[in-house]
């Protein structure tokens, strides 16, 4: 187990930079989830962090003492892949033996902790099959099992589950995670899948074009997003967003032909700021469907029902707007709305998120 901190950490491969300027810090024992999309340096850093790229800038610190020159194997770390690289050749007791015989730990040694892991994994009886002879679940455990032989101070994990099928997918989050709670190993798990990050980990780690976007527990980067790329990327529907332009106490919608009046901590946060042109955010869950206006404060929008997206306990309800823009709606329960009727959206101002367009910053988020 151990500490792990990235210090204004860069990698660049000739003129690209893949991460830049990554700096946060990990407790012992934590399991810290690195989220975005393609291409934003997730994956960069969790090479780095193994020691398998160089890095270009920066520091990593494993409890305090500096390792970013050091070998992998020096490093004590333990990497599961996406393609589970177990030996074809090999059964699954040598897959999972095979880095200790390297390190010529005793035989009986080794044959305790194959007998261990392989219990605590539930592939004990599948030590003599070959890697094709199992399923692709069972072959992420045997990778996983592999890593936890090492018995490492940092547990690697590149998007280990994007090749198995949704509930295997769902089912083995459930695992690692318990997994994980009972070994307390310090884990880093990358992943694109923002809703895979908000079910598995203690933090967050929020990436866009190889910077740091935002550090915290899923719940404060759900409520609180920094600023409207993380509002809109953690969530599944994505947060709704209105264009806007601050004028006096409210704000006039852009192309809807229509100004929102601001109260409270919106009108405050308004007052705070310096910034004229303003996102309105608000999540598809707190908007809610009418026939008719809303009023008692409550905002209001006129718009048509484009799609309607039965997902089983909830419906997505896709609108649009006069301007042709689509605000999603979550709706629990059944609905009498079909495609093509008018309906208005109704969004409580408690709910709603207000951001600087231009820093792309959050300026009023949800009462605490």
């Known amino acids: ?25 990990t407790s012992d024992g934590e399991f810290i989830v690195l989220v975005g999309p393609s291409g934003c340096g997730k994956t960069s850093t969790m090479r780095m962090i193994a020691g398998l790229e160089a890095v270009s800038e920066g520091q990593i610190l494993f409890d305090d003492k500096d390792v970013t020159d050091q070998l992998p194997r020096d490093r004590d770390v333990a990497m599961v892949f996406q393609n589970y690289a177990l030996f074809p050749h090999l059964n699954i007791f040598s897959n999972l033996a095979f880095g200790l015989q390297l390190r010529k730990v005793p035989k009986a040694e080794i044959e305790t902790r194959v007998k261990d892991v392989s219990r605590l994994l539930g592939i ?16 992420q455990r045997v990778a996983l099992g592999r890593a936890i032989m090492r018995e490492p101070r940092v547990f690697l994990m590149d998007e280990p589950l994007s090749n198995l099928d949704a509930a295997l997918r769902m089912e083995m989050r459930a695992e690692i995670i318990k997994l994980q ?29 190889g910077k740091l976007q935002q550090v915290g527990t899923p719940m404060e980067l759900y409520e609180q997003p920094a600023n409207s790329y ?30 929102v009046e601001l109260a409270g901590r919106l009108f405050a946060a308004t007052q705070r700021s310096s910034a004229r042109d303003l996102l309105l955010g608000i999540r598809p869950e707190h908007v809610s469907l009418s026939d008719r206006p809303a009023s008692d404060g409550v905002y209001s929008l006129a718009a ?34 079909r495609e093509g009727e008018n309906v208005y959206l109704a969004m409580r101002p408690e709910h709603i998120y207000l951001f600087d367009r231009t820093a792309d ?7 605490g």
């Open 230 to 259: 993380v509002a809109g990327f953690i969530g599944s529907p994505p947060m709704n967003f209105l264009e806007g332009i601050a004028n006096g106490n409210g704000v006039t919608l852009t192309n809807l032909n229509a100004t």
């Open 304 to 337: 048509t029902v484009d799609t309607v997206e039965p997902l089983g306990h909830t419906i997505l309800v896709r609108t649009r707007l006069p301007s042709q823009q689509v605000l999603n709606v979550l709706v629990a329960g059944k609905i009498s709305w």
């Open 124 to 139: 004990q009886e599948l030590l003599q099959r070959r890697p094709r002879e199992l399923s692709g679940g069972q072959r």
């Open 181 to 209: 709670e009972r070994l307390g190993v310090t884990t880093f798990y990358v992943t694109h899948d923002q809703v895979e990050a908000l079910s598995m980990g203690d933090r967050i780690v929020v990436m866009r074009g």
């Open 1 to 25: 187990m151990a500490r792990v901190e990235l210090r204004r950490v860069s990698k660049r491969f000739g003129d690209v930079s893949a991460v830049e300027d990554l700096s946060f810090g």
């Open 361 to 367: 910053q959050l300026l009023c988020g949800l009462p």
